[in-house]
């Protein structure tokens, strides 16, 4: 079992910045790729970059530029930078790890206003 905890989102005005944060704790050398992915309302969960152990990174064209994906792996987190945000990016962003299987945070809100 791996466990994840998200944090950093809240509110912020469009052009501002973000950090998120996602601690990891449980079986946590069986992961491999760790991502952030996000669902606003009424829209389906879409991904928005991942990380590989090795540090392979891929991202959403939509956030290319703008946001950052990092990973501490002595400290089992992912992070995730968002600057230049704009009020498409609000969402709920979630956390996922994958190793045998996939696991996901609870999430956390990230609100941009115009």
């Known amino acids: 079992q791996v466990q994840l905890v998200e944090s950093g989102g809240g509110l912020v005005q469009a052009g501002g910045s973000l950090r998120l944060s996602c601690d990891a704790s449980g079986r946590i050398f069986s992961i491999n790729t760790m991502g952030w992915y996000r669902q606003a309302p009424g829209k389906q969960r879409e991904l928005v970059a991942v990380?590989?152990?090795?540090?392979?990174?891929n991202y959403a064209e939509s956030v290319k530029g703008r946001f950052t994906i990092s990973r501490d792996n002595a400290k089992n987190s992912v992070y995730l930078q968002m600057n230049s945000l704009k009020p498409e990016d609000t969402a709920v962003y979630y956390c996922?790890?994958?190793?045998?299987?996939?696991?996901w945070g609870q999430g956390t809100q990230v609100t941009v206003s115009a």
């Open positions: 990380i590989t152990s090795g540090g392979s990174r």
């Open positions: 996922k790890a994958s190793a045998r299987y996939d696991y």
